[in-house]
C-alpha cells in the first residue's frame, strides 16, 4: 500500500515538474497569472459576471433567479467544505513549501495545498451551470479546465490537489443541480 502511495506522490511530482518547467512559453507565462486570478479582475467582477447574471435573469426570469441563488450556495459549501473541513485534515504543503522545485508565477499562497478551491469552486459552478443551462456546457467547462491547470502552472497546486478539487466540485454541482429541480418540482395541488 506504501508503494502506490509513493508511485503517486511521484507522478505527482512529475507532472508538476512538466506543467510548471517544461511545457511552458511566454504567451502562458504572461495570461496564466491572470486567468489563475480572474476573479481578481475588476472588468470580470463588476462588468462581464454581473451583466450576464442580470441578462440570464432578464430571460428566464424567477426560473433564473433561483439557479443564481442556488449556484452561490453550492459555491459557498464547495469552498467552505474544501476550505474548513479537508484543507485542515489533509494538511498538505504547496509545492514551494514542500521541498519541490518551483517555477512561481503568481504571489506566494499560504495555507494548505490539497484540494484546490479554485478548482473545486470552478467545477461545482460549471456542473450546476452546464445542468441548468446546457448551452453553457462548452463554455464554462472550458474556463473551469483551464482554471484548474493556471493553478499548477503559476506553481501554486499539485495536479492531484486540481484534480480532487474538481472531482469535489462535480459532487456539489450535481447536488445543487438535483436541488434545485426538486425545488423547481410542481407541487401536487390538495386533493379536495
Not at 22 to 45: E, I, N, Q, Y
Not at 116 to 122: Q, Y
Amino acid at each position: 500500500m506504501l508503494s502506490v502511495f509513493q508511485s503517486l506522490r511521484g507522478a505527482d511530482h512529475w507532472l508538476f515538474h512538466q506543467v510548471n518547467q517544461v511545457w511552458t512559453c511566454s504567451f502562458l507565462d504572461k495570461t496564466m497569472p491572470v486567468v489563475t486570478d480572474l476573479h481578481k479582475v475588476r472588468l470580470v467582477a463588476f462588468g462581464v459576471v454581473p451583466a450576464a447574471l442580470a441578462y440570464w435573469v432578464y430571460r428566464r426570469g424567477w426560473a433564473a433567479a433561483k439557479a443564481i441563488l442556488t449556484l452561490v450556495l453550492v459555491i459557498g459549501l464547495t469552498d467552505s467544505v474544501a476550505h474548513r473541513i479537508i484543507k485542515p485534515y489533509f494538511h498538505r504543503a504547496r509545492p514551494q513549501k514542500a521541498g519541490v522545485e518551483t517555477v512561481l508565477r503568481t504571489q506566494p499562497m499560504y495555507g494548505m495545498s490539497f484540494p484546490s478551491n479554485h478548482a473545486a469552486n470552478c467545477f461545482a459552478g460549471a456542473t450546476f451551470l452546464s445542468l441548468v443551462e446546457p448551452a453553457t456546457a462548452p463554455w464554462v467547462f472550458g474556463l473551469a479546465v483551464v482554471v484548474a491547470y493556471s493553478r499548477v502552472y503559476v506553481g501554486v497546486h499539485f495536479p492531484l490537489d486540481v484534480t480532487s478539487g474538481a472531482l469535489l466540485g462535480l459532487a456539489f454541482g450535481l447536488a445543487g443541480a438535483f436541488f434545485l429541480r426538486r425545488l423547481s418540482k410542481p407541487r401536487c395541488p390538495p386533493a379536495g
